[in-house]
């Protein structure tokens, strides 16, 4: 069975730092593309940071230089390190998969066929 599971969702202050995890099973994480989405409640999901089979990375205008998006192979888990929350962070965080790994459209969504269920990241002043 092909499961995508995240976890590493909380509340943190302004400013702080988390780690998010996507951890996959029936799925490579060194195979095709995996990315990070968010979705605020009442709006579409949006992408945050993908990674590609051959190491090829891309952030939202948002969250570039804040987050960080890594796999670890041996883990078969996908990272989301994230630092300098903002407000505007506040989202539901998903991880999807997909088996191509052609680069381009990596934050289409509907080439995405792989999801997980989402873990919620609050950032409070």
């Known amino acids: 069975q092909v499961q995508l599971v995240e976890s590493g969702g909380d509340s943190v202050q302004l400013g702080g730092s988390l780690n998010l995890s996507c951890a996959a099973s029936?799925?490579?994480?060194?195979?095709?593309?995996m990315a990070w989405f968010r979705q605020v409640r009442g709006k579409g999901r949006e992408g945050v940071a993908a990674?590609?089979?051959?190491?090829?990375?891309s952030y939202a205008n948002a969250v570039k230089g804040r987050f960080t998006i890594s796999k670890d192979s041996a883990e078969n888990t996908l990272f989301l390190h994230m630092n300098n929350l903002k407000s505007d962070d506040t989202a539901m965080y998903y991880c999807?998969?997909?088996?191509?790994?052609?680069?381009?459209?990596?934050?289409?969504?509907?080439?995405?066929?792989?999801w997980g269920q989402g873990t919620q990241v609050t950032v409070s002043s």
């Open positions: 029936g799925y490579r994480v060194d195979s095709g593309c």
């Open positions: 999807a998969a997909r088996q191509s790994s052609n680069t381009a459209f990596v934050f289409l969504e509907s080439l995405y066929t792989i």
């Open positions: 990674i590609c089979r051959d190491g090829y990375t």
